[in-house]
């Protein structure tokens, strides 16, 4: 039997995957959550009992897994990925294989068993230096990093791969921020917050004249959702931008908004280190075909993180919990002794 309502999240116990997830839930899904758990369940634990969620824990680079658990008629969000440009530069193989291969696999697996869409996470990173341009789906992408070539070489692959049956679906998310069962602190919003604080300060580095947008992370999921139970000729082979157009900032107009909510903290400007990524992306297509505008807002976030941040005084908000590339270098620390594996940089 084919079941529409049934969804396999990777990445499902992550930061947007753990929103995403219990939103789907809320909503009458049946939902599969794969996801490696490299910060552990705890994410999770608040669905975890749901009796439409099946949880199972393994590696996206695990095809033959993977394969087994897609059905015919089934639909797939694709967050598993090495999710910003440290955790890729750290070892360029092993992120192609992560963030690249991995991918193209699982489009090619949920094609072969039938599954209905596959909706893929993607970033505006990959438009690189946009300099003064207004960016738009069909503007040309210039990656600067290779966290941002890989995401635009799977949205090629992907891409190829769209027929009358399979359907795949690609948003270019803009920055993330916000609460999130599993925290980051490795994001612009949320960094800024929680250094104003625990240190008084807020930092600005790459000088703070580049451009990026900003979405919250239950509105990244919402737009997940969107792109499940849109008409499939709205979707169907298209790329969206996904943010809003009322939250593009400059990085010091963003430090300087952070400043204001918090009773005007010290922002500390680093001239030097100049961010090469600049884009001032567009959102009226996802606006108007989709029809979405944010739920969420900006001033409420940083005030909300503020206070979740206050409520907790003995953590340690810079550690690996709140750290995806921190927590890599563990992770990878530790399987490099066991293995006496030495990362390759080329």
């Known amino acids: 039997m084919i079941n529409s309502k049934k969804v396999f999240v990777t990445g499902g116990a992550g930061y947007i995957g753990s929103v995403l997830s219990g939103i789907l839930l809320e909503a009458g899904y049946e939902v599969i959550l794969y996801d490696c758990f490299f910060f552990n369940e705890s994410s999770i634990k608040n669905i975890s009992q749901h009796p439409s969620l099946t949880v199972v824990k ?8 993977v394969a087994s658990l897609l059905e015919k008629g089934m639909d797939v ?22 963030n690249h291969e991995a991918t193209v696999n699982l489009a090619i697996a949920a094609k072969e068993k039938g599954c209905r869409r596959f909706v893929y996470a993607s970033s505006c990173s990959v438009y690189g ?3 003064e341009e207004i960016l738009t789906e069909t503007s040309l992408c210039n990656p600067v990093s ?4 890989l995401k635009l070489r799977s949205e090629e692959s992907i891409m190829k791969m769209a ?19 599993r925290m980051r602190f490795d994001l612009a919003i949320n960094q800024m917050t929680m250094h104003a604080i ?30 499940l139970e849109a008409p499939r000729e709205d979707v169907f082979s298209q790329v969206f931008n996904a943010g809003s157009d009322e939250n593009n900032f400059q990085i010091v107009e963003l430090a300087e908004l952070v400043s204001r909510e918090l009773e005007d903290i010290e922002v500390v400007v680093a001239p030097d280190d100049t961010d090469r990524r600049s884009y001032n992306v567009d959102f009226s297509k996802i606006k108007r075909v989709l029809g979405f505008t944010p739920k969420e807002n900006i001033s409420n ?3 909300e993180i503020a206070d979740y941040i206050k409520d907790h005084p003995s953590a340690d908000f810079n550690s690996s919990e709140y750290f995806n590339v ?13 293995q006496g594996y030495t990362p390759v940089k080329d």
Not at 146 to 149: M, P, T
Not at 171 to 181: K, M, V
Request: aromatic share 10%; hydrophobic share 40%.
């Open 58 to 65: 393994g590696d996206v680079q695990d095809t033959a897994t």
């Open 326 to 338: 921190k927590r890599l270098q563990e992770i990878t620390s530790h399987f490099n002794v066991l």
């Open 198 to 227: 625990t240190r008084g300060k807020i930092f600005v580095m790459g000088g703070g004249e580049q451009w990026r947008p900003f979405l919250h992370v239950r509105d990244s999921a919402r737009l997940f959702k969107a792109c």
């Open 301 to 303: 976030s940083i005030s």
């Open 129 to 131: 230096f946009g300099g």
């Open 77 to 98: 969000i694709h967050l598993a990925s090495l999710s910003n440009d440290p955790s890729c530069d750290m070892d360029p193989k092993w992120s192609l294989k992560i």
């Open 163 to 181: 027929d009358k049956s399979f359907c795949p679906v690609l948003l270019r998310q803009a920055t993330i921020f916000g609460l999130s069962p």
């Open 146 to 149: 290779l966290y941002a070539d």
